[in-house]
């Protein structure tokens, strides 16, 4: 903003707020849940989009062998693996606990750790940290 800026009164404002949830069943008569439809968390860690794509191509492998009965059970672990490892990591900017709230302020803590962690957060963030199961 430009120097001298000042805010007057406010127009209108939201909550923003996280859902972390995982539909139940993911696949019945016939009908398979993927993406968001089937999965939702916080955007923290980049997953959301990828896991979708990913359920899209397990789909797509199961129809191609008429396995599509396998999809739950092919899906839900990795799904629930994900979802509450973005839950958790999403404590970390926002969350009330001590250990969040001490991570925020030693931000230095952070700088020394992130190049330690790296080829982990990358593996985690390109899903490549589990197998998908099929054949
Ligand atoms: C701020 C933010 C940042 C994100 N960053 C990342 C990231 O960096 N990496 C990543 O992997 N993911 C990211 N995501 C998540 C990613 O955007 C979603 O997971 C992904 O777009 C979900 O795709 P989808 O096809 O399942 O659902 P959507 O993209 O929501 O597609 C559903 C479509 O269905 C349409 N639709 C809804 N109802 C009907 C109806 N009744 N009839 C016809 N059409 C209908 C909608 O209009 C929409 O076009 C982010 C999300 C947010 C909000």
């Known amino acids: 903003m430009p120097p001298g800026t000042t805010i007057d009164s406010v127009q209108w404002d939201s909550e923003f707020g996280f859902a972390h949830r995982i539909a139940k ?28 794509i990913e359920d899209a191509y397990v789909f797509a492998a199961l129809v191609a062998e008429d396995r599509l009965s396998d999809y739950e059970s092919l ?47 990358r593996t985690w963030v390109l899903g490549l940290d589990h197998e998908i199961g099929l054949e």
């Open 75 to 121: 899906r839900r672990p990795v799904i629930e693996s994900v979802v509450k490892t973005v839950a958790r990591a999403t404590e970390i900017p926002r969350g009330k606990t001590m250990t969040a709230r001490l991570v925020r302020r030693m931000p230095w803590l952070v700088s020394w750790m992130a190049p330690k962690a790296e080829g982990a957060v």
């Open 25 to 52: 069943p993911l696949y019945a008569d016939n009908i398979c849940l993927a993406g968001d439809a089937a999965h939702i968390h916080s955007a923290f860690g980049a997953r959301g989009m990828n896991l979708g």
